[in-house]
Nanobody, 118 residues
Framework: VQLVESGGGLVQPGGSLRLSCSASGFTFSIYDMSWYRQAPGKERELVASIPSGGGSTNYAASVEGRFTISRADAMNTVYLQMNSLKPEDTAVYYC????????????WGQGTQVTVSS
């Protein structure tokens, strides 16, 4: 099982980034996918989630209206489009795959750094 995030980097306030998470080693389409982030000295927090099969998405209040999560099951990839970035969005962003089938199956990527600074 592997989740590989990409697309992070340094961006100025007000800018945009698109994160990608490429999955392999499991049946991507039946897993709920999420993006989390962790800033220095803070706990990891849920940013956005999308269920298996697409449909209703959920966002943290701090990113609602600025970030968009989407998935392409044919590509085994989940995306996070981040617009109007703020310095407080600076964090390591992690991709998570989750499914409950008798027990919890949960996989994490290694993370990608996003830095918002002028």
């Amino acid at each position: 099982v592997q989740l590989v995030e990409s697309g992070g980097g340094l961006v100025q306030p007000g800018g945009s980034l698109r994160l990608s998470c490429s999955a392999s080693g499991f049946t991507f389409s039946i897993y709920d996918m999420s993006w989390y982030r962790q800033a220095p000295g803070k706990e990891r927090e849920l940013v956005a989630s999308i269920p298996s099969g697409g449909g209703s998405t959920n966002y943290a209040a701090s990113v609602e209206g600025r970030f968009t999560i989407s998935r392409a099951d044919a590509m085994n990839t989940v995306y996070l489009q981040m617009n109007s970035l703020k310095p407080e969005d600076t964090a390591v962003y992690y991709c998570n795959a989750k499914r409950v089938w008798g027990k919890l199956y949960s996989y994490w990527g290694q993370g990608t750094q996003v830095t918002v600074s002028s």
